[in-house]
């Protein structure tokens, strides 16, 4: 039986869009996995997908696998040959991730595939999966993995309008994915300009005419340092000499909402992304008990990040100067740097400085825990760092800054498209909204 939420969603569908269980998409199979004591099971022409691969797209096909197997090890196991254009829905541990497969490929027994029939469009079926997802959570057994069994994950009712209406949803939906694509693309590339700039700018600096020095051509306007080769006016700098970092407040957890009190004071969980400072909702709590004095951040602090819980240290070492429109706490993962001689730093130069690979490298690889990774205030402190003239740090941080703003500008279309996906997709998905437009006629 479909809980009361899948309920409501089939109730207020459209009534000329046919309600069919996933069998009658088409052919569903399950996965399987030959033996690894077998070796000539493996290494083969055909590809063989895991779960983990699939969460790992970037978008909606599958165009290569980590892992071939051979047609002896096809046939030793329970897995099936999939066609091009099959539907890949992990049902096993990992819930629900989908993807579309742009070749021949088997997957393990983590999956429930579905190969299409005449009267389903895998590209509507695709978008449709993500919006019945919480019925797919539902479904899950298991004591060890979670699971969905092919007989439940059949009978999932699911929504068939025509397949001119298919096609047209999907083509929609498409679009705005391409496009999320494409600027996420073009980040992507931005970031690394700007961190291969960075390297060159925190080893060469730029002159008084705003050029990078050249060592090969002018090897006497450098020197050797503990960091290597350096222009002769700058200086290397033990941030413990620099800075103080603060650690944050052991906030009473008895104190936290999920819903704002009457002022809102917001702590942020895992807050840097991509070395900005963001809120979700997931992940941001409201504060309802007493203050205690120094614990709230403002703006222009600089901050970084003592404590990651991602479980491949993505955010650790991160710096960010504060700049939010809210009132922030200062909880113990976090850290609060504070200049010494404020007067020699430009603070953008510095932050720069702060998230520079080496500068991270070090505080990871110093880093204590497995699952929850942690570094210390001495830790980090332990660090040598370039310190140029003050006018050079501000000539330098114009430049990082011009690609830092082009990031930002990028990273809020790319936001703005998918708040745009999560409408449409809600319009689209229930037939709220009637797809009667072709891809060519949709604007973004």
């Known amino acids: 039986m479909a809980s009361s939420a899948h309920s409501k969603y089939l109730l207020e569908l459209p009534v000329d869009w046919e309600q069919v269980p996933v069998r009658a998409l088409g052919t569903v199979n399950a996965g399987g996995t030959p033996s690894r004591d077998t070796p000539r099971y493996w290494n083969g022409t055909i590809s063989w997908v895991t779960p983990a691969e699939i969460t790992q797209l970037e978008s909606k096909y599958l165009s290569k696998t980590n892992e071939r197997i051979t047609y002896e090890g096809l046939a030793r196991c329970a897995a099936k040959l999939l066609p091009e254009g099959s539907l ?161 407040y052991a906030f009473e957890g008895k104190y936290f909402s999920e819903r704002p009190p009457g002022e809102v004071l917001l702590v942020p969980g895992n ?60 909880n113990q993962r976090i850290g609060k740097i504070v200049f010494k001689y404020a007067e020699t730093w430009c603070t953008r130069f510095f932050v720069a400085i702060m998230n520079d690979e080496k500068i991270r490298h070090n505080i990871i690889i110093n880093a204590t825990g497995t699952t929850v990774h942690h570094t210390s205030p001495d830790r980090i402190l332990s660090n040598t760092i370039v310190k140029p003239r003050l006018d050079e740090q501000e000539r330098l941080a114009i430049v990082t800054d011009t690609y830092d703003t082009r990031i930002r500008t990028e990273e809020q279309y790319r ?19 009637r797809a009667q437009i072709k891809r060519k006629d949709f604007k973004l």
């Open 88 to 248: 890949l829905v992990t049902t096993r541990a990992t819930i629900g991730a989908i993807a579309v497969s742009k070749h021949q490929v088997c997957t393990n027994q983590g999956f429930k595939n579905i190969v299409p029939n005449e009267t389903s469009n895998v590209d509507f079926y695709y978008h449709l999966f993500s919006i019945i997802a919480p019925e797919l959570l539902r479904l899950a057994s298991g004591s060890t993995f979670p699971e969905i069994n092919q007989r439940n994950f059949e009978a999932i009712i699911v929504p068939r309008p025509s397949k001119t209406e298919q096609r047209r949803i999907a083509e929609i939906l498409d679009t705005i994915d391409e496009a999320i694509q494409k600027t996420e693309s073009l980040i992507s590339k931005l970031k690394a300009m700007k961190q291969g700039l960075l390297h060159d700018l925190l080893t060469r600096g730029l002159d008084k005419n705003g050029k990078l020095r050249d060592p090969k051509t002018h090897p006497e306007q450098f020197k050797d340092s503990l960091l290597g080769r350096i222009p002769k006016e700058w200086e290397t700098a033990r941030l413990r000499g620099e800075v103080d970092i603060l650690h944050g």
């Open 271 to 330: 807050f840097h992304r991509e070395g900005q400072l963001y809120f979700e909702e997931n992940n941001t709590k409201y504060f309802r008990g007493p203050i205690p004095k120094g614990t709230v951040l403002n703006n222009g602090d600089i901050l970084i990040v003592m404590t990651d819980l991602s479980p491949r240290t993505l955010i650790l070492g991160r710096v960010v100067q504060l700049e939010v429109p809210y009132r922030v706490l200062h």
């Open 415 to 433: 936001d703005k498209l998918k708040l745009q996906k999560k409408g449409l997709m809600h319009d689209l998905l229930t037939g709220k909204v």
